[in-house]
């Protein structure tokens, strides 16, 4: 418990320090920011600290972050001087029932999930000994860029900010790696819970303020908790399909006694189009049932082999609780949502100019603006352009919506001078094309000690012409959004008197599809023709044939896999909203249109002066996360998968957080408006619905945490099951972790293992960890060179000068000898009981020390 609580009075210090500096710059928001007060306040404070102490003003130790807080507060206390006095407290003290809800929804989220990691608390499998190995080193590094723990001498070349601030609460509550690794997926998973509570409820609030009458504060406090029920709990459709399928619905027995079944072959997903395990039941019963939810995508290629896919979302996130960046970066994403629904709803006020290009911004929000999207890249890379470009749509959208105020004010004026006219496409792309520049290249130079030594495998954007998505799959992956989002579109349409900006939103929509396919087909044709590179892009196709085949099979698969119909559909009705709402981004000469095409019927949560800025900022929620999967069925990013594997995981991942929200938003103000016998039918279907979409994590959590009934007892401690079974071992690495500095040698393996077990558990780096992840994050074997070779010779050679040799190279301090190391290699171990110093003995376990060693300055790292 005390971790625990020392973690929760932290951050919510954390956050009562942030927040008058939220208060002023989040003036739209109903919660002035509140929600995001913490997440911002960690954000800040990371940033100040880690920039300090990569620039060497600060070292990595409690007076460091001692002083980055401080200069938190004093950033704070600006932002407090800057408020007419007692206008804080006034508000406090007006909205304390909204504080308090907020209040008791993170501590429950947090509380809740750190009962359940504990009940499931082992860092192992999948990505968590990495995630853990970075948080050690990052506690283990007394100066920034932090060590890498798995290449000794290197710095760590990945997105790192997120182990980084686990690593800042670690150290500042002396709470042990192992413990930070549960405790920062609970905490991430209350602040994002909080985050997406505040963006609804200050959508509702928007809604309310026009139309009082229709959500009362009761029902906005109740209503917003579909935020985070959408965005964290809900599953998709393939846990509900589990139990029709471990049921035998669907199945029928042959004649020869086997069971077969058209439906599940048609729907193709892999175990499911498997007969079902006897006995059947209600509940899931397979292996690892819980992970197929996260490989409902199905991509073959031409020469119809099977493409693994992540489809990953959060429910699956922390149900498995890997500690990874798009985990991390959940809350400052949202964070970055409210920034941009900030803006929108203030109506981007304010004048600056950044290098000659004029934006319409206040400095502090365009400087915020830059710290927190910048500080995306450093979390989570991808979420960076996704963040920007809504940001920059909001943006526009702020500025058309006010010139399309303008011209409304206008009409009811007498002629007192010249007209204003609607914003142009040409003119909204100059206003999104020149903030974009701004954020971007300010956003990379408030963190260019980052991209200094960042190398990554990512290698541009290459053309998806081989896996276009079925139908069925993307619906079973996001058709609880689908159905809420054509339902509260198709209603808001419905009572919306410009039907002809529908019909433009979806011609628009059908020609970005084929502007989209088009540019695929004809960079496509270009890649494939090249030498060489040429070759491998087609292979990776699994195609032998000419440039002419593989175009006639890709136009083939676009209208046997139709899941770009339903994106379509989305994607007009959203835009089609927007263009309605603020009569925008016209042609010139559409300009004489517009007069005949205003109406003065009263339209959803529209008062007399317009259509309420709620619903256009869910539209364009909904707009943004469609773009993110539409891309996804054209273009994906090229790495070392060679497929569009981590395209779908990062894009569609995005896509369900900003969907969530407007998914949430969307119900309340349906339940609260729609009031006929339809409406009827909308509760009645919508409660069909969230029983299927909470399937998932009631039976996964059930499954994955043994009916909450651990073997080892409930804990925090990641690392506690291996003192049971490796005590001597453990012993060691525990001696390991207060020891000096220096680089530790042990046995390499294959990812995946319990390889790089010592630098993992210690924070001590190790000459070569998981190769395969290094040669991940940096984009190639080159640094790792033959280092996997060497670390076998220093063990099994029978020349001791032969292994000095190399334990110089790599700037060994100690050699780990255990039992991993020698079942790996036929271990010479006379030569370290001649020539090296035993530091620890226990049982099988011998740590050697290279006394030339003893005397050597702390470990410094390359960042090349």
């Keep these: 418990m005390l971790p625990f609580v020392l973690w929760y009075l932290t951050i919510s210090l954390i956050g009562l320090i942030a927040f008058p500096l939220t208060y002023q710059l989040f003036p739209a928001l109903a919660d002035r920011g509140y929600a995001i007060s913490k997440s911002l306040g960690l954000l800040l404070w990371g940033f100040i600290f880690w920039l300090l102490a990569s620039l060497g003003v600060l070292r990595n130790e409690v007076g460091g972050l001692l002083f980055a807080l401080a200069a938190l507060i004093g950033l704070s206390l600006v932002a407090y001087r800057r408020q007419r006095s007692g206008e804080l407290l006034e508000w406090w003290s007006s909205n304390r029932r909204l504080i308090l809800v907020m209040e008791g929804l993170f501590f429950a989220a947090f509380a809740i999930w750190a009962f359940v990691r504990s009940a499931n608390p082992e860092i192992l499998g999948t990505e968590k000994p990495m995630e853990l190995a970075f948080i050690n080193a990052i506690l283990n590094s007394p100066t920034f860029p932090p060590h890498d723990p798995w290449l000794s001498g290197y710095a760590i070349s990945y997105y790192y900010f997120g182990y980084v601030i686990v690593g800042m609460l670690a150290k500042i509550t002396a709470v042990p790696g192992s413990y930070a690794f549960n405790l920062g997926v609970s905490l991430v998973f209350g602040l994002s819970a909080i985050a997406a509570y505040g963006l609804v409820y200050s959508l509702l609030r928007v809604v309310s303020r026009q139309k009082p009458a229709l959500i009362s504060e009761s029902r906005r406090l109740f209503g917003a908790v579909l935020g985070p029920l959408y965005v964290l709990l809900a599953g998709n459709l393939a846990g509900f399909l589990e139990i029709l399928h471990s049921r035998g619905i669907f199945w029928r027995v042959d004649a020869n006694g086997n069971f077969v079944s058209g439906f599940w072959k048609w729907l193709d997903l892999r175990e499911l189009s498997q007969p079902p395990e006897l006995p059947l039941s209600w509940l899931p019963t397979r292996y690892l049932w819980w992970w197929r939810a996260s490989r409902v995508v199905q991509d073959y290629d031409m020469a119809g082999n099977w493409r693994e896919v992540i489809d990953e979302f959060p429910a699956f996130s922390y149900l498995l609780a890997d500690l990874h960046p798009h985990v991390l970066a959940m809350p400052f994403s949202l964070l970055a949502v409210a920034l941009a629904m900030n803006l929108f709803l203030s109506g981007a006020k304010g004048s600056m100019r950044w290098f000659g290009i004029r934006l319409k911004l206040n400095p502090p929000s365009f400087w915020l603006a830059a710290v927190v999207l910048g500080g995306l890249a450093f979390l989570n890379t991808w979420d960076f352009p996704i963040y920007v470009f809504l940001f920059c749509g909001a943006y526009v959208l702020a500025l058309a919506q006010a010139q399309a105020s303008s011209i409304r004010d206008a009409d009811d004026l007498p002629e007192s001078g010249p007209r204003s006219s609607p914003m142009t496409r040409s003119q909204g792309l ?22 200094i030594g960042f190398s990554s495998q990512a290698g541009g954007i290459l053309p998806n012409l081989a896996y276009p998505t079925r139908g069925a799959h993307l619906w079973v992956m996001f058709g609880s959004f689908f159905l809420l989002f ?21 011609r628009l929509a059908i020609g970005t599809i084929f502007i989209f396919f088009a540019l695929s087909l004809f960079f496509g044709m270009i890649i494939a023709s090249l030498p060489f590179l040429g070759e491998l892009y087609v292979q990776s196709m699994g195609s032998e044939g000419p440039v002419s085949k593989i175009i006639v099979e890709s136009i083939g698969r676009r209208f046997t896999n139709l899941g770009w119909v339903t994106l379509v559909l989305m994607f007009g009705l959203a835009l089609g909203f927007i263009l309605a709402s603020i009569q925008v981004l016209r042609d010139p000469r559409e300009e004489e249109n517009i007069a005949d095409e205003h109406s003065n019927s009263v339209r959803p949560g529209q008062d007399e002066s317009g259509l309420s800025q709620a619903h256009l900022f869910s539209a364009l929620l909904i707009l943004v996360g469609v773009l993110l999967v539409i891309f996804t069925e054209f273009f994906y990013l090229r790495d070392q998968f060679g497929t569009r594997m981590n395209t779908i995981f990062k894009f569609y991942y995005q896509a369900w957080l900003l969907w969530g929200i407007a998914a949430a938003f969307g119900t309340v103000y349906l339940l609260h408006e729609w009031k006929s016998i339809s409406g009827a039918v909308f509760r009645v279907g919508l409660a069909a619905l969230l029983l299927a979409v909470l399937v998932y994590p009631v039976l996964g959590l059930w499954t994955k945490t043994n009916g909450f009934s651990p073997s080892g007892g409930f804990t925090l401690d990641g690392a506690a099951y291996l003192w049971p079974a490796s005590p001597d071992e453990m012993a060691a690495i525990q001696w390991l972790k207060s020891a000096p500095p220096g680089v530790v040698l042990e046995a390499v393996g294959p990812q995946y293992s319990e390889y790089a077990r010592v630098a993992t558990h210690s924070g001590q780096p190790t000459v070569l960890g998981w190769p395969g992840h290094e040669s991940q994050w940096r984009g190639g074997s080159r640094e790792m060179g033959s280092r996997e070779g060497d670390i076998e010779l220093i063990y099994r050679t029978n020349n001791w000068g032969t292994a000095k040799i190399y334990l110089d190279l790599y700037e060994i301090r100690y050699v780990f000898m255990g039992g991993l190391e020698r079942n790996t290699y036929p271990v010479n171990e006379e030569k370290f009981k001649q020539f090296l110093e035993p530091v620890f003995s226990q049982g099988q376990v011998t740590i050697y020390e290279v006394p030339w060693r003893q005397s050597s300055a702390p470990i410094g790292v390359r960042i090349d």
């Design 430 to 451: 100059k206003w999104f094309l020149g903030l974009a520049g701004a954020l971007s290249v300010t956003s990379v130079v408030l963190y260019l000690p980052f991209y």
């Design 486 to 506: 054509f339902v509260y579109l198709a209603y808001l349409w419905l009572h919306q008197a410009d039907k002809s900006s529908l019909w433009r939103g979806i």
